[in-house]
């Protein structure tokens, strides 16, 4: 028992002796060739540790069909930083680590204007913000409002379910806010209208038919533009009508990632605060999926985003987005790549896909 004891206190001395100051990676050669695998449905046969720069990384080299591909993947959380293909004897990326995005909750809730209004969507714009997180609620006769609660109580001057109105009385109430300007309830419509372009929406579907709201993201051709949050069930129903608009369900707990990967395929995985970890994060990205972190509430501080970075989010959720992005400027991590190579889409949903689902 003593021995074991000894032993069991020694380990940490002998693996400071043995590996100095290095700290083991936390995504094995191996794993990054399956992410690779999955982000670009090649074939790898070569996979090195790169010593240059600051970050550890594996350089992958393999193939889709008669293309030449390198896939650059962070050794310690498995981030996909870089996919090449080789063109004319150069190397032309594919996609391009963006930086961890910042994504503005119910409009960016604490930056002034009242949530879930246009004004809130243009002061997100503003700040710098990569994506706007809007509550969408259906009226009693069809029509897609931005509403977080189930009733109008809190954010207006009328009472009831939002279910309850049509769209003309919905429209009759005033927002509650500290200016003198009358603010009402806006439609999708209208959100989208001012988001075309500038920023993309990132849907939070709270009530409604499914089919509705995606003819209004089809009428303004933002399907690839949007993220989709909900329920598992909802989700999947989602992916069913339309694969190409990129859904982020929720993961309660590190090792329910695996399942939800291989269930709904999604794009991103969602973490509540709570639910927020290293492993939680690895597994997502182990598993061709980003990790879209919840700094809300309690969370919503600097120290919450450090450790969120830290810890590999590719987005990062806050009421404050502007204290965000400040922060991620700072690290230089803010907007690191042009758009036109900053998109994984839906690397689960690829038709050349085999792996993790041989």
């Known amino acids: 028992m003593v021995r074991f004891l000894v032993l069991t206190l020694l380990q940490p001395v002998l693996a400071c002796i043995l590996l100095g100051d290095q700290v083991p990676a936390q995504v094995s050669p191996l ?7 999955i982000v670009t449905g090649g074939v790898f046969d070569s996979v090195e540790p790169l010593t240059d720069g600051t970050e550890p990384r ?4 393999g193939q889709v069909d008669d293309t030449q591909l390198k896939v650059i993947i962070h050794r310690t ?16 990326p594919r996609y391009q680590w963006p930086g ?34 809007i509550d969408i609620r ?18 207006t001057n009328g009472s009831g379910l939002v279910r309850d109105f049509n769209l003309e009385a919905l429209r009759d109430l005033m927002i509650h806010h500290e200016g003198e300007e009358v603010i009402r309830v806006p439609t999708l419509d209208e959100a989208l209208k001012v988001m075309k372009g500038r920023i993309d929406p990132d849907l939070d579907y709270k009530q409604g038919d499914l089919g509705d709201l995606l003819r209004v993201v089809r009428a303004h ?11 598992w069930e909802r989700c999947e129903k989602v992916a069913q009508l339309e694969p190409g608009l990129r859904i982020r369900p929720s993961a309660e707990f590190p090792l329910q990632v695996p399942t939800l990967a291989r269930t709904l395929r999604p794009a991103l995985i969602n973490f509540d605060w709570h639910a927020v970890s290293e492993k939680g994060i690895s597994l997502a990205h182990l598993h061709g999926t980003e990790a879209f972190v919840n700094c809300l509430g309690g969370a919503d501080t600097v120290s919450a985003m450090k450790w969120a970075i830290e810890a590999g989010a590719d ?29 994984l889409g839906t690397p689960l949903r690829a038709p050349a896909l085999k792996y993790p689902f041989r």
């Open 31 to 37: 794993e990054a060739v399956h992410i690779a695998e």
């Open 58 to 61: 594996y350089q992958v080299l």
């Open 77 to 92: 959380h498995g981030r996909v930083l870089a996919v090449y293909e080789l063109k004319q004897g150069a190397w032309k």
């Open 100 to 133: 961890v995005r910042v994504v503005a909750h119910r409009g960016g809730a604490l930056l002034g204007p009242p949530e879930n209004t246009l004004q809130a969507i243009e002061k997100a714009i503003e700040v710098g913000a990569d994506l706007i997180e």
């Open 138 to 155: 259906q009226t009693r006769d069809g029509h897609l409002v931005l509403m977080h609660d189930e009733r109008v109580d809190r954010t």
């Open 221 to 231: 051709d933002m399907v690839e533009a949007c993220t989709l949050h909900g329920n």
């Open 315 to 343: 987005y990062i959720q806050s009421d404050r987005p502007d204290r965000v992005i400040a922060h991620l400027k700072a690290l230089g991590l803010y907007r690191l790549r042009p758009s036109s190579h900053a998109r």
